[in-house]
């Protein structure tokens, strides 16, 4: 857990300066900032494009009496995909595109899937229903 941690809280900051640095140098200070902010406008158009999809399978799914868990799984990655297109950076930007597209956040939903089923066999998370 500490090497996650390590990873996200140290190296991947200095991993987006370093790039945010070096593409600055590259293609100059405006139009490293120009990019910056167009990725953040098309990452929330795409979360949001993405997420209303996602909200009317669930509500289309809940009608006809199922449980939306799929949907749920996407409506997750979606949020993460447009919280990393919002934070500033050419690394996050990139993990952000691949959870809002569809067939590259089937990926990630595998993943989710087999980690949140691994912690339900364990018994970490429990989940109650009440009527």
């Known amino acids: ?13 200095a991993a987006e300066i370093g790039l945010l640095v070096w ?10 900032v120009a990019l910056i902010m167009f990725t953040g406008l098309l990452g929330a158009w795409l979360a949001k494009r993405e997420g209303m999809n996602a909200l009317r399978n669930a509500q289309a799914q809940l009608q006809n009496g199922q449980v939306p868990g799929n949907v749920l799984i996407d409506g997750i990655c979606i949020l993460a995909g447009g919280v990393f297109l919002f934070t500033p950076g050419f ?3 990139f993990a952000g595109l691949l959870l809002l597209f569809p067939p590259t ?8 899937l087999r980690y949140f089923q ?14």
Do not use: E
């Open 105 to 112: 956040r089937s990926v990630a939903k595998v993943q989710l």
């Open 118 to 131: 691994r912690k339900i066999r364990s018994g970490q998370y429990n989940f109650y229903w009440k009527r």
């Open 1 to 13: 857990m500490f090497r996650i941690l390590f990873v996200l809280l140290l190296v991947v900051p």
């Open 91 to 93: 690394i996050s930007d």
């Open 23 to 32: 593409t600055g140098n590259l293609i100059g200070p405006v139009p490293t």
